[in-house]
């Protein structure tokens, strides 16, 4: 990769994701990923963001044992994306990253007999969620941040709005999901809320974006009990959503 730091004079790696940051909106994933970055790489230079320093951050954030793909997500595509922005203002030169190739693991899902499983096996205030996320291919984050102002029980479709493609998305409710959801307590603020000690309830994305952890224990506990897969986590049920309606 080359930025040519006699271009960019005193211009920096942080300064460039600064700008990137306010120049349009980017998701909160995204915004966590660069953050993390900039405080492991302080303030270099532009021209020290490169290969050489891709690898060393490998090491210094990863596990040791941290599949090829979580090095992109988590490091080069950042460092690139910011890289690509500071070159179209001519702060540097176009980056270069030698990207590893991932090995296609198994992909997960749940079978029609193990989602029953999983349900029967849920607690009561996990089962409308699980519901939903099956009944819809919903990523955690629109179901945990879906309102219920974009919720249409009698047309049976909900709308997400902050979505991973940045674009407004429609999808139709099954009948089942129309009754769990229906059949939650409330009907205003988010659909999905957690309960805590003390009886109070909050939305689950009050909590932030934390790819399913919000719900970690609830469904590790569910899948001990339903003696499901150990290793599926709440993104497989998307998975599970995508494999029902091939089967259809």
């Not at 190739?101 to 899902?109: L, P, S």
């Not at 029967?120 to 519901?131: C, D, F, I």
Request: net charge positive; charged share 25%.
């Amino acid at each position: 990769m080359s930025c040519n730091s006699r271009s960019v004079g005193v211009r920096s790696f942080a300064e460039a994701a600064l700008s990137y940051l306010e120049a349009a909106p980017r998701s909160e994933n995204h915004k966590a990923r660069i953050n993390r970055l900039l405080r492991e790489m302080g303030d270099i230079p532009l021209g020290a963001a490169n290969q050489e320093k891709a690898v060393e951050l490998k090491h210094k954030m990863l596990r040791p044992d941290a599949a090829p793909g979580t090095y992109v997500r988590a490091i080069v595509m950042p460092m690139r994306a910011i890289l690509l922005y500071a070159n179209k203002l001519g702060w540097c030169d176009v980056p270069h990253f030698v990207v590893p190739r991932e090995n296609q693991g198994r992909t997960r899902y749940l079978l029609p007999g193990d989602v029953r499983l999983l349900m029967t096996a849920a607690a009561p205030h996990l089962r409308p969620l699980l519901t939903f996320l099956v009944g819809t291919g919903a990523r955690m984050s629109e179901a945990m941040e879906l309102d219920w102002k974009d919720v249409d029980l009698g047309g049976a479709r909900a709308i997400f709005w902050r979505t991973k493609g940045g674009k407004r998305r429609n999808v139709h409710l099954p009948p089942a999901v129309v009754a769990a959801l229906a059949n939650l307590p409330h009907r205003e603020g988010l659909v999905f809320r957690w309960q805590d000690r003390r009886g109070c309830n909050f939305g689950y994305a009050n909590r932030g974006r934390r790819y399913g952890g919000q719900i970690k224990t609830a469904f590790a506990g569910a899948l001990s009990r339903a003696g499901v897969d150990p290793k599926l986590t709440p993104h497989d049920l998307r998975h599970t959503w995508a494999s029902v309606m091939f089967r259809k």
